[in-house]
């Protein structure tokens, strides 16, 4: 069974940080791309950021550009979003999602079920 | 940035009747590499078409995904109850990758 679990949400203040963490199974995690996404309550899909198979090339929304890094770890099938100086607008259901391809640059055919995050003084 | 708009925002039809749902791109989609989602109240998105007309796997042949360039369409025939949700547009053919609004579908 393919699976992808998110873990790491929660309530945090403005400008502080969190760490989101993906955990894969029942597919070669390696030889994937893997992407972030995310939902502000009530609102529609984000695409936040992408890492290819072997983790050389990453790429971000504008949105999060120089806050949030993308990483893995291969060897554990674990996925990441180091998320830094949050702001409000932040707060959105994170999702990490597999895609077709190894590059990245593919339709997204496996989700996890999303974890929040808030971000509130 | 490509910009997807899709229409209408929300649709109200009753089971067994046809949806056509549609996602027109602000330039010209590379490649064709625009995928619709379905995603129900507190749950994740699923992919149901990819590369403009490909059923993912497991999806019924009532879905069925058509266009290219600027004009994608999402046709569901023989509606069910269960296929009440709101459907996203991706294209994933430039960076960055973007969605939709959504069109929220309605079954009677």
């Known amino acids: 069974q393919v699976h992808l679990v998110e873990s790491g949400g929660g309530g945090v203040q403005p400008g502080r940080s969190l760490r989101l963490s993906c955990a894969a199974s029942?597919?070669?995690?390696?030889?994937?791309?893997m992407h972030w996404v995310r939902q502000a309550p009530g609102k529609g899909l984000e695409w936040v950021a992408v890492?290819?198979?072997?983790?050389?090339?990453?790429y971000y929304a504008d949105s999060v550009k120089g806050r949030f890094t993308i990483s893995r770890d291969n060897s554990k099938n674990m996925l990441y979003l180091q998320m830094d100086t949050l702001r409000a607008e932040d707060t959105a259901v994170y999702y990490c999602?597999?895609?077709?391809?190894?590059?990245?640059?593919?339709?997204?055919?496996?989700w996890g079920q999303g974890t929040m995050v808030t971000v509130s003084s | 940035e490509i910009v997807l708009t899709q229409s209408p925002g929300t649709l109200s039809l009753s089971p067994g009747e046809r949806a056509t749902l549609s996602c027109r791109a602000s330039?010209?989609?590379?490649?064709?590499?625009l995928a619709w989602y379905q995603q129900k109240p507190g749950q994740a998105p699923r992919l149901l078409i990819y590369?403009?007309?490909s059923r993912a796997t497991g999806i019924p042949d009532r879905f069925s995904g058509s266009g290219s360039g600027t004009d994608f369409t999402l046709t569901i025939s023989r509606l069910e109850p269960e296929d009440s949700a709101v459907y996203y547009c991706?294209?994933?053919?430039?960076?960055?990758?973007?969605f939709g609004q959504g069109t929220r579908l309605e079954i009677k």
């Open positions: 029942g597919f070669t995690f390696s030889s994937y791309g």
């Open positions: 999602a597999k895609a077709k391809t190894s590059s990245g640059s593919h339709a997204f055919d496996i």
């Open positions: 590369g403009a007309s």
């Open positions: 330039q010209s989609v590379s490649s064709n590499y």
């Open positions: 890492l290819s198979f072997e983790g050389s090339n990453k």
């Open positions: 991706q294209q994933y053919g430039s960076s960055p990758i973007t």
